[in-house]
């Protein structure tokens, strides 16, 4: 088995395809190969690889801008893609605590609510991590000490340059631009989404403000909220941060509904399609159930409806009721 990461000088002059003959033929079973996307013709000469070589396994690491699915002939239908997720809630619990709390479905954590709480509760009082995991849990920063912020904030920054300037091959000159956007949008909870106003404050047109926040989107810096009734691709009806980390990072003294939603939609979107709810609703759920969320447990019970296809979410809740769920154990979905 070899590590080998492609950003090394030594790739300027040699071909991955020859490298991983090389290595096969002196008896390699597994190559591990890091930001790939530094390579040049890097999906054409893995698929050669792929095709020359079948008993040798090879895994590789990109960045969730480059594009893997359909849009690439090469490696469509050739390689199985992993989507490394920030840590959820329960394994940032785990880490915390040195427990082995196991994932729930969202129909376990419906339906089953009470039962689960009391589990974690009989062992620790989930709301304090809980707070601290929303400020700063989701990243592996919090392993490693220092300054959580500034790790964050050059992370960020790679993201775009990376992610989306050198993936998409945009011009530097652009930078400025689409750290503006990203910023604009990120500072932007409760105003209404103005692609029009986006586009005249960054003096391009609403198309490119469309592919900037797509963009944006495919490097996990935001998450786009369609609304129910509107097709695939079209302007989305809200944009929130990919998770409550980044909202603390952009505002140290963020809207506190801002960080409860945003960290709902990020435990929701792995698996469940999450759309803009009504006036009456937070989130519509794979157009079948509607969230409604709130900070404590006495706004939760005062707008209570007995609904079938309908949740209470409460940020500040141990344990609840009836169809009224803490807000902490939907980060038990992964």
Same mark, same amino acid.
């Given at each position: 088995c070899? *590590?080998?990461?492609? /950003? /090394?000088? *030594?790739? +300027? +002059?040699?071909?991955? $395809?020859?490298? $991983?003959?090389?290595?096969?033929?002196?008896?390699?079973?597994?190559?591990?190969?890091? !930001? %790939?996307?530094k390579y040049p013709d890097w999906s054409r000469e893995l698929r050669? #690889? *792929?095709?020359?070589? &079948?008993?040798?396994?090879? %895994?590789?690491? #990109? @960045?969730? $801008?480059?594009a893997l699915g359909e849009d690439n002939p090469d490696l469509h239908g050739r390689v199985t893609v992993y989507n490394l997720r920030g840590f959820s809630f329960r394994e940032f619990?785990?880490?915390? +605590?040195g427990y082995r709390y196991s994932p729930r479905t969202l129909d376990e954590v419906r339906l089953?609510?009470?039962?689960?709480?009391?589990e974690v509760l009989r062992d620790t009082d989930p709301l304090p991590l809980f707070r601290e995991y929303l400020r700063y849990g989701f990243y &592996?920063?919090?392993?490693?000490?220092g300054e959580y912020d500034e790790k964050l904030l050059k992370t960020m920054n790679m993201m775009i340059e990376l992610d989306v300037l050198f993936a998409k091959q945009i011009e530097l000159s652009y930078l400025v631009r689409i750290k503006k956007l990203f910023y604009l949008l990120a500072t932007s909870y409760g105003t209404a989404l103005n692609i029009s106003s986006l586009a005249k404050e960054l003096n391009v047109s609403r198309n490119t403000v469309g592919n900037y926040m797509q963009y944006l989107y495919e490097a996990r810096l935001i998450n786009l909220l369609p609304s129910g009734d509107r097709e695939p691709g079209r302007k989305p009806a809200r944009i929130l941060l990919h998770n409550s @980390?980044? %909202? *603390? #990072?952009? @505002? &140290?003294n963020p809207d506190?509904?801002?960080v409860l939603e945003t960290f709902l939609m990020n435990a929701l979107i792995k698996d469940h399609s999450v759309y803009k709810g009504d006036k009456n609703s937070t989130?519509? %759920?794979?157009? !079948?159930?509607r969230f409604r969320l709130y900070r404590d447990m006495d706004a939760a019970q005062k707008g209570y409806k007995n609904e079938k296809n309908s949740l209470s979410v409460v940020g500040k809740a141990s344990i609840g009721e009836k169809n009224i769920i803490p807000l902490w154990l939907l980060g038990f979905l992964y």
């Open positions: 070899l *590590y080998v990461n492609l /950003n /090394n000088f *030594y790739f +300027t +002059t040699h071909r991955l $395809a020859d490298f $991983a003959e090389e290595f096969h033929r002196g008896g390699g079973r597994v190559l591990l190969l890091d !930001q %790939v996307f050669e #690889c *792929y095709e020359r070589f &079948p008993q040798l396994r090879i %895994v590789f690491t #990109c @960045n969730s $801008a480059m619990l785990n880490l915390k +605590t089953s609510h009470g039962e689960l709480a009391r &592996p920063f919090f392993l490693e000490g @980390n980044l %909202v *603390y #990072c952009i @505002n &140290p506190p509904m801002e989130f519509w %759920v794979d157009r !079948q159930l």
